[in-house]
């Protein structure tokens, strides 16, 4: 029998990216917020400059709950799903904000409309036959409100390039329209991302610095960013970096409404006969807890979402709670961030350490910003270059096939071109398709016997053109820099888990194809909101990060503004 907390208007689980926003509109409103928390709280003193820790033993993600509930994944139905790599969560107030890049992309206005643009420009027969893509029930138009709340919220850095229509000088040409520029300019370039945006110009294309959850100056009380590194994998030793553990949550533990309890291993959303959410049961320590609420958010990871919908059973909903669609883990889709170009250049890069946010990004190929008419995919993908360079990732560079990869010759060819070498990071359009979903592993289970999460997951013709198509574009633009040799990568096949996972609670207006309306609330369960990528139905070029937080805060409003319709 669980131990029952006191009632409260809404618990939240998880307080990383997005239930780490969603706290603040929420004890705004004036309504008491209990936020569960598998992980704890960290403070900067946690946070080490050190490759060792936290890129090769995989600190702060190496932690027990995450660890123990590694998704298995497979292509299709005829492979059998295996459990291998790290997970892209982290347990901890802030999740994934730790230790992210901290690149705050909004979408294009195109990706919300991908059906219906695609179906205008080029006609209907352009949508792969076999994708479940539809048109989000809301525009870009709608969203940018708050996209500009929570930068201004969270605290983003970066050059505004369309200002309520104006094209701005610096920044991106295609974007969509902004209400006003970014709270603090963009992150400084470097001699490295000088040189790649000047051979951009040169061949006609508009690179600009990309926009970061990373203060440049001080933002609030905390200060601007030292440009020492180790934020792939790393927290920021000074609160530079825009975390909502530093950030939203502090903001809204000042109003006294949000109680955070933390290392609550959440085990279940539970129901009444009315099929209405009742609460959460959680597991802190060895004892079962019951924390009763008259609305829940669900925020955690894509996978924990779905994970957790499918383990809520019930009389009322005996395939998950919010299923009886049957739609909970469907259109799920994980961004094609693969196929990178890596170069060799003939001097010097003055590339070491830096940040993976402190890059240079070409939008020309994104999206539907060039012409499709006589290419045979829809899509596209941003062309991203860093400065970002450690010792012991120096020291794996290639040898671009010149010298053995071990030895006295290896050895001298590390030390001459260590710093002459660059990987391109380029994010593509990737669409929902039949076939591709999560559910629960019929085999694995974590160290409490609870399933973990099973992908099924293979990237299409469609995304693997977009590959090769990016992958000519990043050449031509690093020879035009002056680099000397290139390699591809493989264009990609199977998905493995991702940080950036989207889809399985798809939100839309038909109940038969998505699981939750255009605020985010269950179709089936009006008082059960989903936040976070997994109710986002295509990824666009983008990190899906401030489009998900965005939608948080969105979800938040409408329920503090309808709260009666929803919680009685």
Wanted: with cysteine; hydrophobic share 35%.
């Amino acid at each position: 029998m669980a131990n029952e907390n006191a009632r409260t208007d809404v618990v939240v689980i998880g307080l990383g990216a997005v239930g780490g926003v969603a706290v603040l509109p929420l004890v705004n409103a004036g309504l008491n917020v209990i936020g569960l928390e598998a992980g704890g709280w960290m403070t900067t003193r946690d946070f080490a400059p050190d490759e060792v820790r936290n890129n090769l033993r995989d600190w702060p993600q190496a932690v027990p709950k995450a660890k123990s509930e590694i998704p298995t994944s497979r292509a299709n139905i005829n492979f059998e799903a295996v459990q291998g790599g790290g997970h892209p969560m982290m347990n901890g107030v802030g999740g994934t904000t730790l230790h992210y890049w901290a690149q705050s992309w909004r979408l294009n206005p195109w990706d919300f409309k991908t059906v219906s643009e695609t179906t205008r420009r080029y006609g209907a027969h352009r949508i792969p036959l076999d994708s479940t893509v539809e048109d989000w029930p809301i525009s870009y138009e709608d969203l940018e409100p708050y996209y500009d709340t929570v930068e201004y919220a969270l605290g983003v850095s970066g050059n505004a390039g369309n200002i309520n229509g104006t094209l701005q000088p610096n920044g991106n040409r295609f974007e969509g329209a902004r209400a006003r520029a970014y709270p603090m300019p963009g992150l400084r370039s470097s001699v490295f991302t000088d040189l790649m945006s000047d051979a951009a110009r040169q061949i006609g294309w508009h690179p600009f610095q990309g926009p970061a959850a990373i203060n440049t100056e001080v933002y609030g009380d905390r200060p601007g960013c030292l440009y020492h590194g180790f934020c792939d994998r790393g927290g920021c030793h000074v609160a530079a970096k825009s975390s909502t553990a530093v950030t939203t949550i502090p903001e809204a533990l000042k109003s006294g409404r949000l109680k955070v309890i933390t290392h609550a291993r959440v085990l279940r959303i539970v129901n009444d006969a009315n099929g209405r959410a009742t609460g959460v049961e959680y597991l802190m320590g060895n004892q079962v807890m019951f924390q009763p609420a008259d609305a829940v958010l669900l925020a955690s990871h894509t996978y924990e979402n779905t994970r957790l919908l499918l383990l809520s059973k019930s009389r009322q909903f005996p395939n998950g709670l919010a299923n009886n669609s049957r739609q909970v883990g469907e259109h799920y889709l994980s961004h094609h961030q693969g196929a990178p170009v890596t170069a060799l250049f003939p001097r010097n890069l003055h590339n070491w350490y830096g940040l993976p946010a402190q890059g240079v990004a070409i939008d020309e190929w994104a999206d539907d910003n060039f012409d499709h008419s006589d290419l045979d995919f829809i899509g596209g993908g941003n062309l991203w270059v860093h400065t970002d360079r450690k010792p012991i990732s120096a020291a794996k560079m290639s040898t671009f096939d010149q010298v053995p990869n071990w030895g006295a010759q290896w050895k001298a060819f590390i030390s001459e071109n260590a710093d002459r070498t660059n990987s391109s990071y380029i994010q593509k359009t990737t669409l929902p398709y039949r076939g591709n979903r999560l559910d629960l592993d019929p085999l694995i289970k974590d160290k409490l016997g609870f399933p973990v999460i099973r992908i099924t997951g293979e990237y299409r013709e469609n995304e693997l053109r977009i590959a090769a198509f990016t992958q000519d574009r990043m050449e031509e633009w690093y020879r035009a820099a002056g680099a000397t040799r290139i390699i591809r990568a493989g264009l990609g096949g199977a998905m493995g888990a991702s940080t950036h996972a989207y889809g399985g609670t798809r939100m839309g207006d038909n109940p038969q194809t998505n699981v939750t309306n255009r605020f985010g609330f269950a179709h089936e369960v009006k008082n059960l909101g989903v936040l976070g990528a997994s109710v986002m139905g295509t990824s666009g070029a983008r990190n899906p990060t401030l489009t998900a937080q965005a939608l948080a805060w969105r979800t938040t409003e409408y329920l503090a503004q309808n709260w009666d319709a929803i919680t009685r």
